[in-house]
Every structure is written in structure tokens, then in C-alpha cells.
């Protein structure tokens, strides 16, 4: 799912692959499909922020249209485009305006509020698109075959990571040889499948590390790491 947060009380650390934002009242962040992220209150009064989380389908509707086409996967497969913070400029306070109206329309729930949701969902996409058209416009085109396979191999990584998986596995996941599949991470995610992988295992170890009471041995077995060495190594 898409994200897009804003800060209505304190302030808020919200920690992304391209680096590490505080937002303050009034300010707030979209976080593209499939990033992940870490939310952190930077004060002990009660920080609290909104969250929109949606489907892009929820914009383009049919999976063939064209609006999927020319308007939401450019943005969504976009590798500089991961995370954007809305702070500085008039766009980002409508986009910010907008995420709360979701909310007092979510919370009313009046007769037709759904279609009110994707409305404002609709302008907040367009608002993204047209301050970041050209980023868009220069971006490198992904196929439509490359995309089903990078959601094919993301999908087989997120559920065996805890196994011990080579390279070969990975890629019969997509029927793919092993060359394609390395080309196919480098074409839409820009990096590696096995670099891929590791990041993947260590935010889950984190999510053990603070959600449980297991020891490192135990969370590093359990997040797929051949020993606890290695993983505090790669950690």
C-alpha cells in the first residue's frame, strides 16, 4: 500500500531508505508502494500524526487502463520517488490538507463518503504528478513483464527469507535464470536480489528485537542469518 502521514500534534521522526525526516505539526510525508520505513515519536508529551494508507488501484481502477499506464506505475516504480516530504511548499500544505479532510471524512462516515475519499485521493495523486513530472518524464521505463516479475520474486522473498535461499531459488521463483533475475533488481529496484533479501531480514529481526523477548541467537535463526556473528555483522 501507498502512505501518506501528516503530523497534527508534536513532532514525528519518520526513518525512509533516503534518509531520516522530523515533521512537525502540520507537516507530512508520502511513502511510495513497497518502502520500508520506521516511525519514531521525537517527544515524550504525545506526538500524534494521520495515516493514509491505500491500494493504487484506488486510482487507475482496471489494471490495463490507461491511467494506470501513464499516471500511477511512473510513480510508483520510480526509485528516486520512494519517499517525498511535504514541508516547504504550497503543493505540499494542499497535499497535508487534503490527507486531513480523508480523515473528518472517514470519521463522519456520511452517506457517499467513499467516493469523497477517492476524490481527494485522486487530487492528492494529481498534485504529486505535476510537481514531480519531471522526474517522472526522465525516469527509465520498466516493463510490464518486469514489474510482474519483481512482484513474483518480492513476494517469494517475503515469504522464505527465514530459509536459507540461494540465488537459483530466487530466480526459479520468476522461472528466470539467474543473470535476469540480477537484471531485473538492478532495472526496477537498483540493487541486487541477495542485498534485497538481507535488508528484508534485517527489518524483520528489528521487529523481533522490540516486539518480543527473544534472544539475538534466536532472532538471527529466525530471520534466516546462518549465525548470530553474521548477523550482528550485517546488522
Not at 4 to 18: M, Y
Not at 135 to 154: G, N, P, W
Not at 156 to 171: P, Q, V
Request: charge should be neutral.
Amino acid at each position: 500500500e501507498i502512505q501518506i502521514s501528516v503530523v497534527t500534534r508534536g513532532s514525528v521522526k519518520f526513518r525512509t531508505p533516503v534518509g531520516e525526516f522530523v515533521l512537525r505539526e502540520g507537516e507530512g510525508i508520502f511513502i511510495n508502494r513497497g518502502i520500508l520505513h520506521e516511525i519514531v515519536p521525537m517527544e515524550n508529551t504525545g506526538s500524534v500524526y494521520i495515516c493514509a494508507n491505500f491500494k493504487p488501484e484506488l486510482i487507475y481502477g482496471q489494471s490495463s487502463s490507461v491511467i494506470r499506464r501513464d499516471y500511477v506505475d511512473p510513480l510508483i516504480f520510480n526509485y528516486n520517488l520512494q519517499a517525498i516530504p511535504l514541508q516547504t511548499e504550497p503543493w505540499h500544505r494542499d497535499v497535508c490538507a487534503l490527507v486531513l479532510e480523508l480523515g473528518q471524512i472517514n470519521d463522519a462516515q456520511k452517506y457517499g463518503y467513499e467516493l469523497e475519499m477517492q476524490i481527494r485521493l485522486c487530487r492528492i495523486w494529481h498534485l504529486l504528478l505535476v510537481h514531480n513530472r519531471e522526474e517522472l518524464e526522465k525516469a527509465t521505463v520498466i516493463t510490464f513483464s518486469d514489474k510482474q516479475r519483481m512482484k513474483t520474486l518480492q513476494t517469494f522473498i517475503h515469504k522464505n527469507y527465514m530459509e536459507k535461499l540461494t540465488l537459483a531459488e530466487i530466480a526459479q521463483a520468476a522461472r528466470v535464470s539467474r543473470s535476469e533475475c540480477c537484471r531485473v533488481f538492478k532495472r526496477v529496484q537498483h540493487t541486487t536480489p541477495m542485498h534485497y533479501l538481507m535488508h528484508y531480514r534485517i527489518v524483520q529481526s528489528i521487529k523481533m528485537l522490540t516486539c518480543t523477548e527473544l534472544n539475538i541467537s534466536e532472532i538471527a535463526q529466525q530471520a534466516g542469518f546462518s549465525s548470530s556473528s553474521y548477523y550482528t555483522e550485517c546488522f
